[in-house]
Nanobody, 126 residues
Framework: QVQLVESGGGLVQAGGSLRLSCAASGRTRSMYTMGWFRRAPGKEREFVVAIHWTGGNTYYADSVKGRFTISRDNAKNTMYLQMNSLKPEDTAVYYC???????????????????WGQGTQVTVSS
């Protein structure tokens, strides 16, 4: 199993920045893809971004391109999400997740992710 723990959420004004972290432990060698998803109140879970753990290829949802940046530190088994120019519509609980494969569609298919963190709240005020 892989355990994931997110941190870094909080309250920020529109236009501000936050950096989320996701620390992985356990069977980290099984990780092929790591991703961030979010769920806003009353909405479906939404793909945000994914990264191939070894190769570093990244895939972004159109809604966050140019504003969010995903990165990882393999030595620390930690993934980061730098979020700039935040908008009120970015308000959501953000979850990190990991999968042992990626079948396509920019690794955006939530059902391919087996292990999930507990989530961290991001609130952007207008």
């Amino acid at each position: 199993q892989v355990q994931l723990v997110e941190s870094g959420g909080g309250l920020v004004q529109a236009g501000g920045s936050l950096r989320l972290s996701c620390a992985a432990s356990g069977r980290t060698r099984s990780m092929y893809t790591m991703g961030w998803f979010r769920r806003a109140p009353g909405k479906e879970r939404e793909f945000v971004v994914a990264i191939h753990w070894t190769g570093g290829n990244t895939y972004y949802a159109d809604s966050v391109k140019g504003r969010f940046t995903i990165s990882r530190d393999n030595a620390k088994n930690t993934m980061y999400l730098q979020m700039n120019s935040l908008k009120p519509e970015d308000t959501a609980v953000y979850y990190c997740a990991t999968s042992s494969y990626c079948s396509g569609d920019g690794c955006s298919r939530a059902h391919e992710y087996v292990y999930w963190g507990q989530g961290t709240q991001v609130t952007v005020s207008s």
